[in-house]
């Protein structure tokens, strides 16, 4: 089985679970407390499922940096439309 295969499996588990969040959020809205309760648990479990599948997705992914090469020369705190103190000072 390839990454690419894995990968796809994968996105099938956190659509199924994505679901079945929305399907029990639907179902909360409307139950009584006590009941509400026990959805909000699972929908807990089936949060920390999509989660985990998540994350086995993330590692067979081929992703790129997201940031450009050049974007490593600028020091820590740059801000590309930040106002130095000089350009305060002439304003």
Sequence with gaps: MSYKDL?????KAIEYDL????LLTM????????VRQALLGM???EAQ????WNTLYACTGDYSRPCHPDDRKRPPGYYPL?????DEKND
Aim: charged share 35%; aromatic share 6%; glycine share 10%.
């Design 43 to 45: 929908i807990k479990g």
């Design 27 to 34: 179902a909360a809205r409307k139950a009584p407390p006590p």
């Design 82 to 86: 930040q106002k130095s103190d000089e």
């Design 19 to 22: 679901e079945e969040i929305g």
């Design 49 to 52: 499922g999509a989660e985990f």
């Design 7 to 11: 990968h796809n499996l994968y996105e």
